[in-house]
């Protein structure tokens, strides 16, 4: 009769790893350094963003990217004292499930410099 013998793998050396990383800069950090530099690439990452508030479904990826780009010009406390909105009202507006009114909405986009357009939706060709 054979004994199977499980065994486990071995386990990564962590100590290398987190020499590695040392340097290393976080996709949200690298992400709001180049929305910070970029006016246009921000306005752009919004926009493309702001599209997915018509689908219900996915209401929290502009909501987050407002929140993203509020953060990369000055941060949320300052953003919201500029708005003169509350700090915890902001975080709560701009949260997945967050459902910011107009005002709050015009007045974060003004504080970060920009405004609220409309344009013709595409039409479909069929």
Known sequence: ??????????MPDISRRSKSLRGAVS????ELAELR????LAVEYLKAAMASLDNPDDRAAG???LRTVAEAHG????????AGI????????????????????LAVLK?????LSVELEPQAHG
Do not use: I
């Open 1 to 10: 009769m054979t004994t199977l013998t499980m065994t486990s793998p071995p």
């Open 27 to 30: 996709h949200h950090e690298r």
């Open 37 to 40: 530099a970029d006016r246009e």
């Open 63 to 65: 909501l987050l990217a």
């Open 75 to 82: 941060g949320l406390a300052a953003v919201a004292a500029d």
């Open 86 to 105: 509350s700090r915890e009202a902001l975080y709560r507006a701009l949260s997945p499930k967050g459902n910011p009114t107009l005002k709050t909405l």
């Open 111 to 115: 504080t970060v410099g920009m405004r």
